[in-house]
């Protein structure tokens, strides 16, 4: 009877789901935001929905738009509240496909391809009249088995939201006109 429960937990716990690591992407809400010399800052967004193959923005724990808008949100204030300017963040594009990537050899597995395509732009306007605009834009890849796991997924996804996520962060900074910066 002993060496029935012991099999019987035993072939219990090998049947449990895996457990998914926590998915989180960086977006600066531990960090002090940038103090812009203007009384206002909007996010607004552009992005095309899609809910179809090859897009899969749907198919992930935070959509790179979502992830975008909240970094947005957390790192840039408006810091002069008597100022004629406003910054207007623009989410362009913000989107992620999957394709087939076909190996040449029958006895190697296939591959899925994932492409996290972005571009941002930052407006300083007054009276709806543009005084300075930058535009960031890149994309990110990656590819996996088409037999990895859902953990293997989430992690290359994760990497890939915060490598878009930090260089949006760094090169709009940068593009920031030392006028419109009160601190960074």
């Not at 975008?68 to 623009?90: C, H, M, Q």
């Not at 006895?107 to 972005?118: C, G, P, S």
């Not at 989430?154 to 915060?162: C, I, S, V």
């Amino acid at each position: 009877m002993r060496l029935f429960i012991l099999c019987f937990c035993v072939l219990l716990a090998a049947c449990q789901a895996p457990k998914l690591n926590r998915f989180a992407v960086h977006t600066y809400t531990e960090e002090t935001p940038v103090q812009l010399n203007v009384s206002e800052v909007t996010v607004q967004s552009e992005v095309m929905q899609y809910d179809r193959l090859p897009h899969i923005e749907k198919k992930l724990p935070i959509s790179p738009e979502d992830a975008l808008t909240e970094w947005a949100d957390n790192r840039f204030y408006g810091a002069a509240p008597l100022s004629p300017d406003k910054a207007v963040i623009t989410l362009k594009i913000a989107d992620m496909t999957q394709t087939e990537e076909e190996n040449a050899h029958w006895y190697v597995f296939n591959n899925d391809k994932y492409k996290l395509t972005y571009e941002v732009t930052i407006a300083f306007m007054r009276e709806d009249k543009v005084l300075y605009q930058h535009t960031v834009q890149g994309w990110e890849s990656s590819s996996l088995p088409q037999r990895s796991s859902l953990a293997d997924k989430e992690e290359a996804w994760q990497k890939m939201l915060n490598a878009m996520i930090r260089k949006v962060n760094n090169q709009l900074i940068q593009a920031v006109p030392k006028n419109f910066l009160l601190s960074a």
